[in-house]
């Protein structure tokens, strides 16, 4: 082995089970689907400006992955031209094969160790106030990467301690441990996305099981009460209303306090067909519905996704907590906010 290289990673650091197993997709009628054509308030400019380019320079010089490059987010060019990224740890191929999703599935073998440190520096650097740190599902490692996730958020914590810091995490199959692991580490928001209602988890969701994503919010309730959570859904997988608005419920009723709803955009021909496409007045519809069902802050739209305005989002629903009142915003003509409030 050359200096310099990480040795391999232990075979019992791995779940060779979850690395066998065969997930395959639902076939579907391409044809049929495209003829669902994409609403004029979804288009969004192509990314480009200066500090996009100084972002996806530093991205590639520190070899790091962010969750917006990888799930093609609509809102890359607005977010990396403000200086805001969320950083995708644990390698960028998932053991799972999610219907929605855009990024890569299959037997990972990336394991960096550095990478904790390369991201704490990097946020140095971008001098954050605020930043998002996510990663893909890793059921072949023992811990499903909580270990990992801990080194990260400890090393943001000692380059950048005045940074706050959100975690979107998998559900880490559901391990107690893994959880009190991640949470032990200190983060200022846990965040964790239901995706869908439970309806179609075995369609768009594999891996994934509902009432584990609502065990795991109550077990963070328990463990920190005072830990701020969060979750997100995406809207036109074929979900009714009245799904959607009791899957909303049922995150009220374990400790969810902000709420994230977008539409759901096919990333490619391969993935599940878009069943409807939601008119920003329904997005600002489902906003005063979450509000009066007790979200202390529902941030509703077209193009929001799960850390678009993630600052802000945090900023209002501690606001809104304190003075009781609920807030939200649906975007009445799908245009996304200002800036300002960005790091």
Known sequence: MRPGRHAP??????????????????????????????????????????????????????????????????????CWEDATATFMILGDVCTRNCGYCAIAHGRPVWEDREEPERIGCAVADLALEYVVITSVNRDDLADGGAGHWAATIRAVRRHAPACRLEVLIPDFQGSHASLETVIAAGPDVLNHNTETVPRLYKTARHGGRYERTLALFRQARAVAPALRRKSGIILGLGETRDELLATMRDLVDVGVSILTLGQYLRPSAAHLPVEKYYHPDEFAALAEHGRALGFTHVESGPLVRSSYHAKKQADTAAITSESGVASGTGHPRGQPLSNASLP
């Open 9 to 78: 990673p232990q075979s019992a650091w791995h779940n060779e089970e979850v690395l066998r197993a065969r997930i395959e997709l639902p076939l579907i009628d391409a044809d049929a689907a495209l003829r669902v054509r994409k609403p004029e308030w979804l288009k969004v400019r192509a990314p480009g400006g200066p500090n996009y380019m100084r972002l996806k320079a530093l991205m590639r010089a520190a070899n790091l992955h962010s969750v917006c490059e990888e799930a093609r987010c609509p809102n890359i060019g607005e």
